[in-house]
């Protein structure tokens, strides 16, 4: 499965604190940044994973290899 960014709309999300990230995902998103639901942003990967965990919403960062255990890495369309 992939994610597309209308996918996301209504999602609450975790993004990288990192203004070029952001800046990045703004992009990716086009059309639909403006209907995102930012729940919370993170320095450090582990953290999102945790919030993720904890029901706290979906995060928007690289594969976690080893942090993601018990979690899903579904990749971005188009890819970022």
Do not use: C
């Not at 403006?34 to 690289?62: Q, S």
């Not at 080893?66 to 971005?76: S, T």
């Amino acid at each position: 499965e992939m994610i597309a960014p209308s996918d996301l709309v209504g999602v609450p999300l975790l993004v990288s604190r990192r203004e070029l990230v952001q800046k990045e995902l703004a992009a990716w998103f086009g059309d639909y940044y403006d209907k995102l639901e930012i729940a919370a942003t993170y320095n450090l990967i582990l953290n999102a994973a945790n919030m993720v965990r904890n029901h706290m919403g979906a995060a928007l960062g690289f594969f976690m290899g080893h942090l993601a255990d018990g979690l899903r890495f579904v990749p971005l369309h188009p890819p970022l």
